[in-house]
């Protein structure tokens, strides 16, 4: 079985000086605590700044150094490109998005380096924005949005018949985004139509709480995958707050400006309506709501907050579900923005208890 890790942007850090030691600083002791006779498969956040700084012989030291904690990497998280802690993030976040060609090019980078750190004929993926925030998102930016993600996957594939390293860019569903449920995420891979060479190098990244908040049965969305022929190449084990009824006032604590908190209400007839943050979903005052999810990514051994649930139950149904070679990551990003009850413990020592819980949780 896979070992359990956890993914590194939850370490603020931009400069790959700045990564670096975030890294140096946490992962050598959660992989003592949790995976210390094997190697320790470490979920890299790397910034657009860290890509650019990182050249390919600092590269090697560094998995070098690495090796030395009994660190490796399979896994990058090439979703934020920019400073993703201590300032304003909300939309941001999803810039730049498929139609400029940054994202492209930051994400071959990132493809390179990892081709790097790989064993000879291994494999890694790298998530990504699922194309772009909705917002200000025209449809007839489709066309570019989508000859740029043929381009990059063809640049895989090239990258695989060279190195022997097989890359997959990892499309992750996100509340407010053009990929926000399961069905559009079948819906965009039928629709790529890239050759079946370069598909190979397309997958998914599944985030727990994303499909969560879409109140996706779990079972279903692996199955929709599953006759689609597409594959989860990594999963972001996360939870998200759950409240029951239409009074979604005590959540109002969980509104702070760093990062956006999507809101979805699923109303007594069943429908969902959705919110691209919380304070627009306080202000709408629904009727006829059942119960309210809310992105904000909480320690999964959390079942309950003083105000609510989460959505943990999500993840009890969903992991022991998943193939045990599937890498499985930890990501409670939002840390600095908690609320201190729910910090229970320093960073690390909660990122332990995270990854005890969900190696527990895997076994039916």
């Known amino acids: 079985m896979e070992p359990t890790t956890y993914c590194t942007n939850i370490h603020p850090g931009e400069s790959w000086e700045e990564i670096r030691a975030g890294v140096l600083a946490h992962a050598p002791a959660v992989a003592a605590a949790v995976c210390p006779t094997r190697p320790f498969p470490v979920g890299l956040r790397l ?23 009994g660190l490796t990497f399979r896994t990058l998280n090439g979703f934020p490109y920019g400073r993703f802690h201590h300032t304003p993030v909300k939309e941001r976040v999803y810039q730049p998005d498929w139609r400029d060609p940054e994202r492209a090019a930051y994400t071959l980078r990132l493809a390179r380096l990892l081709a790097g750190w790989l064993p000879e004929g291994g494999s890694g993926s790298i998530s990504t924005v699922p194309i772009g925030f909705r917002r200000g998102f025209p449809e007839t930016d489709l066309p570019k949005a989508y000859a740029a993600l043929r381009g990059v996957l063809g640049e895989m594939a090239e990258l695989f018949a060279k190195t022997g390293r097989r890359i997959r860019l990892a499309v992750e569903a996100e509340p407010g985004c053009l990929i926000e449920t399961t069905a559009q995420m079948v819906a965009f891979f039928a629709e790529l139509n890239a050759p079946p060479a370069h598909m190979a190098h397309l997958c998914v990244c599944y985030d727990c709480c994303h499909q969560a908040l879409q109140y996706e049965d779990p079972a279903a969305s692996l199955a929709a995958l599953a006759a689609a022929g597409i594959e989860v190449g990594h999963v972001q084990v996360s939870s998200a707050l759950h409240l029951e009824g239409g009074d979604l006032t005590p959540l109002a604590r969980f509104v702070e400006p760093v990062y ?16 691209d943050d919380l304070p627009q979903a306080l202000a709408a005052r629904l009727d006829g709501v059942a119960s309210w999810r809310v992105h904000f990514h909480l320690p999964v051994f959390v079942a309950h907050t ?11 149904t969903f992991l022991p579900l998943l193939a045990p070679d599937i890498p499985l990551e930890v990501e409670t990003y939002t840390w600095s923005v908690l609320p201190p009850e729910l910090k229970m413990a320093d960073v690390t020592q909660s990122i332990i208890r995270e990854i005890a819980w969900v190696e527990a949780a895997r076994r039916p």
């Open 306 to 316: 003083p105000q609510c649930g989460t959505t943990q139950p999500f993840l009890q």
């Open 47 to 69: 910034s657009g700044r860290a890509s650019l700084e990182l050249d390919a012989a600092a590269a090697q030291s560094f998995a070098a150094e690495a090796a030395t904690h």
């Open 260 to 275: 956006l908190h999507q809101a979805v209400a699923r109303l007594t007839d069943g429908s969902l309506r959705r919110f």
